[in-house]
Structures are given as structure tokens and as C-alpha cells.
């Protein structure tokens, strides 16, 4: 679906993405590395906000590959890439239904209808309130974005991803902030749109990563140190150095959020 | 629903609109009612005088230009005033004979569109620089534009002869602009304070200022309904989009460079309108009351007051500053405070001292003339503090939803989804 080819991006004397070679099937894949690895800086690359210092970025369509490395943002919205966001980014005056409608408007043609009432155009509210029944927000379609919890916006952002069906989707730490409670609920659902989508997952909760994924991808200084089905990647001795950088073991905070004293990548 | 249906739906559903419409429309023979008459000084006093309201109207749209994509999009077009001059401008030349291929006796309707269209040209090229900005660097460029522009105009001697003092419409044009369908006598009024026709309808005479009240109020209408259908389209909703959150707006596939331009473009149109109307109503421009920047520093006031975002806000922003200054200060037609207090409390009580050897005439002359805008610009700092919604704003936060709510129940079109909608987004019209 999607693949990149020698990607690299400096920042200065910071080599933030280090010359990766990468391929999104359809299935569902993780991108974890430890804080600083590069992986929003990646998914930056791949949705057109920054530009790559070397490198080629292409998407497949129609059996063909699209380079799209010098696509803007909203170039690469269009075409099919949509992501959420780690930091929750909604349009918060507006309501969770206008959110996800907006969205899809965007994927259809007639946003440049500058004469008719937005309400003759039903499809686009239509589609929008299928993705808030299925990500279950659509009992508060109606009230202001601002006024959802952060864990319901979690959600919501996930809606707006998932709004003109595009054919990848890039979640950034959907469970960033997320209490102990939800988390369940946040991994069903990134199962969930697993199910129709590529899915490139970036996730700090060890414990989602190895139970959802079908593949592990680990970004360690930019660069990929390890690639493959979560149980190989967990137990690559790379992964683990870069992990836990010679430190004691089971420091892994998110094993120990968990509950799990055992927790972590060992 | 039937089809024949819609006219009532769609009035039942306006109601607070109609009502505001009609009262417009029955201001000039009220405000005859009361201070004619009936002859009541107090009305005249508190009231604006109907020349007053023609200004209210067309700064109005002016002001509801500016709040288009402004108070839309987030952007703050200070060189708005760049828009309303070349729309003044426009029209006094096409007047004049000075604009090649429009001849002094091109109808007013055509020579406003030209003005409107010249805008758009300008707005085109304002634009594509300044969109690369945001945030106050947007506010400065554009600002910086119509400033160069005011210096150029103020300077430009083909425009009138005197340049400093800007233009007026010449011999070649000595009767009122005709407001109408060009080509249809009947459907013509001439507009101006000295120009305009007397109509006599249904044996009432309506004067040459009332005329033009109507006249410049149903342009300003139509206007309003042009805006106000954009605003609630698919393109509306990604100009809010924009204000909401431009980041997550171009996440989501919106080029949205193309579309604050679109957007820039339409209000320019607009509030070249407005300056054409000015024009025509006064038949004289100076660069200080078209492309200077204070013009745009109005625009915004009327916005605040009125309520950023809600498009007919700025209109009822102009008329409580225009209400208040005629009010407070010495020269308005009615009269305003001071004429009335000096009148009211005689001779005697005026000499009274109350202040040391101040007397009680001098400390209201003192307080009172010529100090109108600084009481409007106190009136601004309580606004900005204590009503940050605007007058509109908090009309429709306090009320907007109950009466929605109520009129959805009452009349069970179905509305209700739409109406909680449109509160919560306070983009209800």
C-alpha cells in the first residue's frame, strides 16, 4: 500500500529518519521505538508535512506505484493517507458530528458549493455518522467537541481518520492519555478498523502492540533495527538494548503501568 | 413536506429575522411618527435620524464584509479599507468619465459590479501574498497594503483635483445615481441626501433620504442573503473549519490556501459594494473616510460590538456605535444630549457652580463636546471585557437556542438535529 525507499530526514547535524526502506502491506503494523526512535517525524514524512532530506515516499493505486514524496498535507489527505494525532487536534467549537462530516466533505467534490445550504448534502452527514456509531460515539453526535473526554476524543479522532475511507491510516498513539478503563475500548477499535484498512500504528502500551499486531516495526535513532512478527521482535536482542540502553531490566514503564511486573518487550 | 409548502416553512423558521427586517423597514416612518409628528424631543434625541441609518446600512455591509472573513476564517483582513475605497473610487470615476470604456452615463448597478469585480482583483493579489502569513503578520501585510495604497490615492491627482480631499461627482453627473434595474425607468430611485427622488406610494411621500434608505437597505439586504447563503454552504463550513483548526483542516485534504483566497476574494467583492453605495449616497470619497485604516478600525469596532461571527452582528454593532456618537455628540441631526441638556435645564440651572467656580454648563460642555469617541471607545474596552460575544452573540447564546428549540417543537418540521447544530457552533443565522 504504501513504501518507502532510503527515507532520511536531518534536522541540522540530527539525523532524525535514517535512509528506511519500508513497506505497508494491508496488514496491521506497529511502529515502536523509545522516546526520540523518529517515529512522528516518519509519519510527518509520510503525510507530506515535512519534506525529506533524501528519499522516496510512494503510495499503490490501481497496481501502480504513485510517487507522492513532494505531496502537500492535503494532497496526501486526498489521496488516501489519513492520520490521527498524538496530541488530540479536533475542531473543538464544532460538533462531534460536523468533525467527522467535515471531514468527509473533504473527500468529495463539492466543497467549492458556495450556493446551496450545506443540508442538501446528506450523504456526507450520513457517512460521517456511520464512522461515530462505529468508533461508538454517535449518542454525542450533537454536542461540541470540546466537551468530550479526553478518551472519547481519542475516539473521535479516530472517527475523522477513518472519514472518505482512505486506504491507509496512521495512528499515532491512539491511547496517548487514555485512562487505565478505556484502554480496552481503544483496542478493540484499532482492531476494528484493522479490519478494512492498512494500519500503521504508533504505541508506547507494549501490551496493545504485541496483542494486536501482525507485524513489529522498531525505529531505534532513525534508523530500522528490527522488522517482523511481534514475538521475534520482542525477543531481538537489539530491540532489548535499544530499550532498555543497559539499564536494568523490566524499567519499561509501560509494563509497569500494566500491572505486569514482567512487563516490557522481555 | 409539500413543495408549496417552503415559503411558509422557511418564514416560519426566520421569524426574529422577519421581525428585524420589518422594523428596519418601518424605521423612517416611526421615527417620522415620533419626532414629527408627535413631536416628541426625547425620540429625536435617543433616535438616529434616518440619513444616519442610510450610513448604519451601507457600513454596515461593510462591516459584515470584514466579519465574513475575519470573524469566518480567523484571519484579520485590517486592509479591509482597501476594498471599500476602490469601491467608492470606482464609482465616483465611472461617474466622472474617468474610467476608460464606462462612460458618465453608465448605470450605478454596473459601475457598483465593476467596483465589486475590481475588488475581487485586488483581493486576488492582496491574497496570495498574504495568505502565506497568519496570525497578526497576516493582519500587518494586509494592513500594509492598504496603507501604501491610501498614500498612493492621497497622492494621485488624475483622481480628483485635489487628491488630499478626494473625489466628488463632477457636472457630468448632476442628477442622483439610479438605483434599480438599469434600463427600466419604473424600476429606478435616484439615492442621495439632496439627489434622491420623492416616491409617493398609497398617497404617503416618502423623502429623497428615505428613498435612498430603502433603496441602499435592499442592496444591503441582498447582500446579506448572498453572505449568509455562503456562510451555510459546504465552502462556509471550510472557512469555519479554518478558524476551528487550519492544521487539522489541511489533515483532512483541504488546500485550504485556495480557499481563504476564495473566501478573501468574496468579501472584497462585498465590501466594495458597500464603499460604492457610500459613494453614491454621498457623491463625494476622501481617502480619510475610504482607504484609511481607522475606516477598517470602524469595521472592527462595529464587529466586536456586534459579535465576531455572526455575520448580521456588525450590522447592529454599526448602528449602536452610530446611535451612541449622534447621541453624545453636538452635531447630530436630532440633536443628542447636549443641545437637549442645555435646552432642557435653562439658563439659571446652568450657571449654577458646581465644581468651584465651574458652573454646571461649563463642566457638561466640558464633558460632553465633541468627546463621543471617547466614550465609544470606553463603550469598546467594556464590550471586548464583558460581552466578548458581541451583542449578537449573546442574543443568540441566551435566546438563539430556546427559540430555535421552540419554534422546532412548535412548528415539528424536524429541525431540531440542525438547530442544536447550529447553536453549538454559534454559526446560526
Known amino acids: ?266 | 413536506m409539500a413543495g408549496l409548502d417552503w415559503p411558509t416553512d422557511y418564514l416560519r423558521a426566520h421569524v426574529p429575522h422577519l421581525a428585524i427586517v420589518s422594523l428596519l423597514a418601518l424605521y423612517p416612518s416611526i421615527y417620522h411618527l415620533l419626532a414629527n409628528s408627535l413631536g416628541l424631543y426625547e425620540a429625536e434625541i435617543l433616535l438616529p435620524g434616518v440619513e444616519t441609518m442610510t450610513a448604519v446600512l451601507y457600513f454596515g455591509l461593510f462591516a459584515m464584509s470584514f466579519d465574513f472573513i475575519s470573524g469566518y476564517t480567523g484571519y484579520l483582513s485590517f486592509g479591509h479599507a482597501a476594498f471599500y475605497g476602490t469601491g467608492a473610487y470606482t464609482v465616483i470615476l465611472v461617474a466622472n468619465g474617468a474610467v476608460p470604456l464606462l462612460g458618465p452615463g453608465t448605470p450605478f448597478v454596473v459601475s457598483l459590479l465593476v467596483a465589486g469585480l475590481l475588488a475581487v482583483l485586488l483581493a486576488l493579489v492582496v491574497g496570495l501574498v498574504s495568505f502565506r502569513l497568519s496570525g497578526v503578520y497576516f493582519a500587518m501585510i494586509t494592513l500594509g497594503f492598504a496603507q501604501v495604497l491610501y498614500v498612493f490615492i492621497r497622492g494621485w491627482d488624475y483622481v480628483a483635483r485635489n487628491p488630499r480631499d478626494g473625489p466628488s461627482v463632477g457636472p457630468t453627473h448632476s442628477e442622483g445615481f439610479q438605483l434599480g434595474v438599469p434600463g427600466v425607468d419604473q424600476l429606478n430611485v435616484a439615492i442621495g441626501v439632496l439627489t434622491g427622488d420623492e416616491v409617493t406610494m398609497l398617497g404617503h411621500t416618502l423623502g429623497g433620504t428615505a428613498v435612498s434608505y430603502y433603496a441602499i437597505g435592499a442592496v444591503v439586504l441582498l447582500c446579506y442573503f448572498a453572505m449568509q447563503r455562503i456562510i451555510h454552504s459546504p465552502f462556509g463550513r471550510v472557512m469555519i473549519a479554518i478558524r476551528e483548526n487550519e492544521e487539522r483542516a489541511v489533515a483532512i485534504g483541504y488546500d485550504t490556501y485556495r480557499y481563504k483566497l476564495a473566501a478573501f476574494a468574496v468579501s472584497g467583492f462585498f465590501a466594495a459594494i458597500a464603499g460604492g453605495l457610500f459613494a453614491g449616497f454621498r457623491r463625494s470619497a476622501s481617502p480619510e473616510n475610504s482607504f484609511y485604516f481607522l475606516t477598517t478600525g470602524d469595521a472592527l469596532l462595529a464587529s466586536i460590538i456586534g459579535g465576531f461571527g455572526t455575520l448580521a452582528g456588525p450590522l447592529f454593532g454599526r448602528l449602536f456605535d452610530e446611535t451612541v456618537r449622534e447621541f453624545l455628540s453636538k452635531s447630530g441631526q436630532g440633536g443628542g444630549l447636549l443641545p437637549y441638556l442645555r435646552a432642557g435645564l435653562g439658563e439659571e440651572t446652568l450657571s449654577t457652580p458646581v465644581v468651584g467656580n465651574t458652573s454646571l454648563g461649563t463642566l457638561i460642555d466640558t464633558l460632553l463636546n465633541g468627546h463621543a469617541s471617547l466614550y465609544i471607545g470606553i463603550v469598546f474596552v467594556l464590550f471586548v471585557l464583558y460581552v466578548p460575544d458581541g451583542l449578537l452573540g449573546t442574543v443568540r447564546q441566551r435566546v438563539g437556542g430556546k427559540l430555535a428549540h421552540v419554534s422546532a417543537v412548535r412548528f415539528g418540521d424536524g429541525s431540531t438535529a440542525n438547530a442544536t447544530t447550529d447553536d453549538a457552533t454559534g454559526e446560526e443565522e
Open chain 1, 1 to 266: 500500500m504504501l513504501r518507502t525507499r532510503g527515507l532520511t530526514k536531518s534536522f541540522g547535524g540530527l539525523v532524525a529518519v535514517d535512509d528506511v526502506d519500508f513497506e505497508l502491506g494491508t496488514e496491521l503494523c506497529s511502529l515502536i521505538g523509545p522516546n526520540g526512535a523518529g517515529k512522528t517525524t516518519f509519519f510527518n514524512l509520510l503525510t507530506g508535512v515535512l519534506e525529506p532530506t533524501a528519499g522516496t515516499v510512494e503510495l499503490r493505486r490501481d497496481d501502480a506505484w504513485d510517487d507522492i514524496t513532494d505531496a502537500s498535507p492535503h494532497e496526501t489527505a486526498q489521496r488516501g493517507i489519513h492520520r490521527s494525532y498524538q496530541v488530540t487536534n479536533v475542531f473543538p467549537n464544532s460538533t462531534v458530528l460536523e468533525n467527522v462530516r467535515i471531514a468527509e466533505q473533504a473527500a468529495g467534490n463539492d466543497s467549492t458549493a458556495l450556493w446551496r445550504n450545506v443540508d442538501h448534502f446528506e450523504a456526507y452527514a450520513e457517512r460521517a455518522y456511520a464512522k461515530l456509531d462505529r468508533v461508538g460515539l454517535s449518542h454525542r453526535a450533537e454536542e461540541a467537541a470540546s466537551t468530550l473526554s479526553h478518551g472519547a476524543k481519542r475516539k473521535l479522532e479516530v472517527a475523522v481518520a477513518l472519514a472518505g475511507d482512505p486506504a491507509v491510516l496512521l495512528l499515532d498513539e491512539p491511547n496517548a492519555g487514555v485512562s487505565s478503563e478505556s484502554v480496552d475500548e481503544v483496542r478493540d477499535l484499532i482492531e476494528d478498523v484493522a479490519e478494512d484498512h492498512a494500519v500503521l500504528l504508533v504505541e508506547h502500551n507494549m501490551d496493545i502492540v504485541m496483542d494486536v499486531s501482525e507485524r513489529v516495526v522498531v525505529l531505534h535513532q532513525g534508523a530500522v533495527i528490527a522488522d517482523g512478527p511481534p514475538e521475534d521482535v520482542r525477543s531481538n536482542p537489539d530491540v532489548q538494548s535499544a530499550y532498555l540502553g543497559g539499564y536494568e531490566p523490566g524499567s519499561l514503564d509501560d509494563g509497569a503501568a500494566s500491572g505486569d511486573p514482567e512487563g516490557g518487550l522481555s
